[in-house]
């Protein structure tokens, strides 16, 4: 009778979640009480609540840890490959490839930029030489 009760309690439980769905759901809330321990242990300013969330992060690294290990045992949890070198060293000489192109474009445009400096110097230096020019003589002084 109390195996009934206890499979009748345990049962729909069980069907809401799958157990591999639960255990993730477990896991990434182990992650965010992770990042909140973190923060309350690195912004705490008397050491005995900083040293009571130090445990605490580190009790909580020891469940994850244990969590995972348990997944990946249950093939629950898949991790990823490692990326290969050759990979990386491509990803690499491209990342560099395309900073140098940027670097470029931006002389470029800096060179256009001081040439338009000039330019507009110049076009300014013309312009106040012919309104001195085009300006009438003061105080009835004229030229002959």
Known sequence: MYQQQQNMQNGPLQALMPEEDMAYTVLADLKRVVREYATAATESSCPEIRGMFTQ????????????????????????SSPALRQDLAKQIQQNQQMIQKTEQHLQKLEQKNQSAQQ???????????????QTPPQNGQYFM
Request: charged content about 10%; overall charge negative; aromatic content about 8%.
């Open 56 to 79: 605490l992060l580190n009790n909580t690294l020891h469940m994850q840890e244990d969590l995972f290990n348990a997944m990946k045992a249950a093939n629950m949890y898949s991790v």
């Open 119 to 133: 330019q507009m110097q110049q076009n300014s230096s013309q312009h106040q030489a012919y309104q001195q020019q």
